[in-house]
């Protein structure tokens, strides 16, 4: 069991699949390696594990969290379980986990997934808490697809309305777990045949993926709903087993696109009902955008019922980051791309490029018009419109 | 055209109506009624209208409404169209109007059907703003066809994710009216046979109404979602047409419940991600009851996509009364009960008593433990649980 990241987020998760472990002895490895990309850092005086004898010396992310079992830099003032173990080698943490989660910036993605290739279990198992998908003119590829491909696993996708921080201080909040078992992974009890134990599988097109698959040993416990049921549900986290990867994705990636608007409707001054408006359209606008290009696989309900679809929906347009700072560039009369430069660092907002993917994805097919909330995003962006043209783009 | 009742709500919508009227001259009469209970007021010597002449003398609302064109009392600064006539006589309010417009407190429902009763037109149709369904433990009953089968005529529903003062200074916002066309009022336009107009029309259980219909005149405009649309939609009020009261009906009611829910979880000091678990499973149980006790007749997607469904609930769950003052009580450690007492001069808070009744009917049939969450809203009002108590709820 090996968590690949260890950010907030990656924190979060290394912690609770930890306890869980821990609590279903009979199915998984106690242990949790946690890969952390390796950096120093200096515990200040005031630190509950400053170590006079250490003093202002600068040292090792993973030391720290090894010792005091806080990661004192991501996740401070968290109490991890003593069985996440931070490991600043990608290749020795992977090396023996059958099950693999992905949980990092998606621009790391190519790089980390090199370094992987070739030291992984080959029937290993990927879960990508990586949020989306990846548009370019020609295509729309999942992320977790692009990972399962990259190192030719399976690897399914976790996404909801989540806030790490909040899950960290155990207040309830729910999951969507989206896992579209291999069949050479059904067992027999599932009532699965052997006719189908290949290592062929369905892509989220529905075709027979080109990745073919080692399957699990049939010597090991299984991995399906039930077990990621169990690996990932605690207390505090309520989770819910689908097989669409399809939707999760869309849900997760283009639910940013709608947060945009929304910051630009309430920095405008109008209130809760126009902002739940523009929710609405946008979740129309997701599911017809599903329907249109993956319309073998999605199952709309997904959206529609799950924390994937309007949960992450609301919470995305209601206390996140593209919410906030589109809202605080229509509020000072800015541009959303002066706000990133101003208030955020460099860091970007993922709602500002995939708006720009999708629309050029869907110019390129002239359906850009179908659109109208995905496309006026942009035209707002580029300022070409204002927000108050939104409504009119809803008239009959 | 009459609208019944003059508060913030009912004013804005005769207001919106007005405005309509006079866009469409062709399909409408351009005067709006408002009935108005009349009542005597005093305008302040700060007032715009105030009148040296008239003094602190007490006036009709009626004439003051009539005179300046602004309901001082219920929907201050907010300048209504000149051809919004306030009427005192709720008969004669009512007697020429082909459609009827009801939007008043539910707890006077039924007096004033009664005074309504033989004073309208016999083929007049009606479209209730008052949300929801009365639940007794022997039935459920939807409040617009309690109109239609106590006046003998056809009404719909209006219902969204609306706050009637952002309406009213025209922040934009959507709705849904569901308005199930009886078959006698289809013209061979729309493809509908004359084989249908003896009046019987279907009720929300896909039977035959008891209710015959008094078909409209045939030289009259025609009255379908074409001109409800058209009455009802204003460049800030974007309108979407249903032919699902039901859904409708359900939705408006039962979300007050989920609202009061999400007070308890956030005055407890869970986030919006905690709340979001609660709309999402409120919703699921919402959808749930639908499909139980209406089955013939639901509509799934009203609830999932309009408005009035998933719209409505994250308005109420987040800028409305029950969550508001449910929050307020889990905040100050005292009963909701409390809290109506002291902050709401002897108003009730309408998901308090949606819950009892709920729960009640469900208990009645032994299907309480199949709606947690609806459960487990009585349960807290009673202090038989807490609120972290809630996500045991929702463990496999």
Redesign the interface.
Known sequence: MTVIGSGNWGTTVAKLVAESTREHLDVFEEDVQMWVYEEKVTLPKDSPHYDAAVGDEPQNLTAIINKYHENVKYLPKIALPGNVIANPSLQDAVKDATVLIFNFPHEFINNILKQMKGHILPYARGISCIKGVTVTDDNIELICEHIGDALGIYCGALSG???AT??ANE????TTIAYNTPPCDLRATNGASNGTSNGDHKDSRGQISKTKLVPLPHDYPPLDHEEF?KLF?R??F?VSMVSDVVGVSLGGALKNIVAIACGF?EGH??????K??V??RG??EIIAFAREFFPETIQEKTL????AG??DM??SC??ARNWRYSKMAVERGVSVQEIERTELNGQKLQGISTSREVSSFLRTRGLEDHYPLFKAVELILDQNIKVDD???L???
């Open positions: 309305a989540n806030i909040e899950i207040e309830w909040c729910e049921y549900s207390p505090y309520t409707v001054g109008w209130n809760m009902t126009a739940t408006a929710m609405r979740m129309l529609w019922e799950e924390s309007w949960g609301i919470v209601t206390a939104i409504p009119k809803f008239r009959k």
